[in-house]
């Protein structure tokens, strides 16, 4: 059942309904409190209403109970990249890369943060 809600909440976060996203993940979570995958999504919902302290939150929870879920740590890093902290980010997709050399989105954010990085200094 937790992993219904968990979908139904990423069919929330795809429409841009995030209130209704954030509370499927929430059931999700209080059906499952190890549901990594939950915490990982209620992260990216977080990361794209501004609030990044509640998403480094999740995330760091979902790497908690998954170390080698590569893409909580590429979406940590794209909320250090949303916070200009390009280094931590780059941290964050090197360790993505390393845990999945597939994860082509976390190449892509990389290579996106390098530049601004490099643009600021």
């Not at 794209?48 to 979406?75: C, F, Q, R, S, V």
């Not at 280094?87 to 597939?102: C, G, R, T, V």
Request: hydrophobic share 35%.
């Amino acid at each position: 059942m937790a992993l219904a809600y968990n979908n139904k909440g990423m069919v929330y976060y795809d429409k841009k309904q995030y209130d209704q996203a954030i509370a499927d993940f929430n059931e999700a979570i209080k059906l499952d409190s190890k549901l990594d995958k939950a915490y990982n999504n209620r992260g990216m919902v977080y990361d794209a209403t501004g609030k990044y302290d509640l998403a480094l939150d999740d995330l760091n929870k979902a790497i908690e109970l998954n170390p080698k879920m590569a893409l909580a740590y590429n979406n940590k890093g794209m909320v250090y990249y949303n916070e200009k902290q390009y280094e931590q980010a780059i941290a964050d997709f090197n360790e993505a890369i390393k845990l999945d050399s597939n994860l082509d989105k976390a190449y892509n954010n990389r290579g996106w943060c390098t530049m601004w990085k490099e643009n600021m200094i």
